[in-house]
């Protein structure tokens, strides 16, 4: 939460906490008989990150704290108000009193209006110390920064989405028209980079419409966080499998996958779908309020972590292997192309390294509540990443003339002040000795004719493919 006069671009508006909250006792349970027991029962605390140390009693370095003053820590000293939070008395807190219960409805309403008067992050901690007498609480808890009801620590990421949106949308534009000016000679790669463009476009553009509707109104419509984290996992399933195919040489050194290959691509590719898409939705429900199973989140992010782990060392394995195969073959040009795209990712890794080692530590030190300005930032890293892979991509092998002329051909000339050449067939294996300086003639493979050049070299050998 920003204090009034605190929060970045727009800090206009009030800052405030809300909850209108009602305490209710279980049918079987008379407000008499709660009376004879306690007189207070059930507390709100309204704590700052700075404050959740003056709550609970630490017991053990891998024990969780204790919270309430039992009858044991009571007799031992280590409490004084039993069947209470235990808290630091300076703390604000709020307590539903047993006098002021409405006795036919066995409940009693708690209305407050809290003006936010530090920048922090802020816990609302309700509590009943009295095991012996459940409680039920219903109600609304709204908060409100100076710019609007988005949260502190995701603020940024409404700007950063319209900074992509707009990023992708120039792309796109280019893209599209490079390909169209160069439709005869367009790669199959190509056309999965055009529509992972625009499915990163549509991803930014409803995330920022529901932060927008989120930020302004203090609610998110479901149905819209479904489709977001749809296209959200859409988005990262397809860079990483586009990244994939580049380093395994699809459109670029072959026309085709082998079987192998796709199944094993289909198989990453569906898991990783689900889970991140799971991850995404859970997130977001999560910032608006909604509570969700742990042991799923535990679940879904390990499938995560082992898809990722698969595509980054398959990505690794294959680009390594793509350099070693055309550097033996003397394939200087697409080889020069790869060294390119491999220094490139190399950079992207490096910076996703350095965030995750920041965001370790950051936590590791019970740091991320006092940096809570700062935290959409680790998201933002990975979204620039996707798009710095998508770039170099699309101006690596961006739709130019003659793009099929080369792309599965073998380089045949060249050299130091040499031309490069490409024979392009079709076939598994061709040798030709060729007593020549320059040549030019044609060639009938697969019922394609195809003209090329062969220049500089005299004699030449070419090898399979």
Sequence with gaps: MYKAGEAPFDDSGPSYGRWDLTFSLADNISVETVKELTDVLGEISLLTHQQVVDVGLDVGLFDEPQWCCTQKLFDEGKCTDLHKLIKNETLEYFAFDVDEYDSEKNSETLLVNHSVEQTAVYYLMMSNCRTDIPIMITGVIEWKNPYGYLPGDIYGLYFSYWVFFVCYLVLGIWYAVALYR??????????????????????????????????????????????????????????RLIVLMVCIGYSITK???????????????????????????????????????????????????IANAIFFTWIALALLFQMRALKSLNQKHKWKLYKRFALLLVIAMVVAFIAYVAEFGITIAEKKDALFQLWWLWQVVWDIIYLHSCVAIALIWRPQPNMMRYAFGQEIGGGDGGIHSFLVVSSDYLELYLPVVSLRFRCLSHARALNFYVSYSPFFRSSPR
């Design 182 to 239: 160069n439709r005869e000679e367009m790669m199959g790669l190509q056309k999965y980079v055009m529509a992972y463009i625009w499915v990163a476009f549509v991803e930014t553009l409803i995330w920022g419409c529901d932060y927008d509707v989120y930020n302004k109104e203090g609610h998110i419509v479901d149905a819209v966080n479904v489709f977001g984290a749809f296209f959200t996992a859409s988005r990262n399933t397809a860079i």
């Design 255 to 305: 026309p085709t996958l082998r079987k192998l290959e796709l199944v094993g691509i289909i198989i990453v590719s569906v898991c990783y779908f689900i889970a991140d898409a799971t991850v995404q939705y859970v997130s977001v429900a999560s910032a608006a309020g909604a509570f969700i199973d742990e042991n799923l989140q535990i679940f879904v992010e390990t499938i995560l972590i």
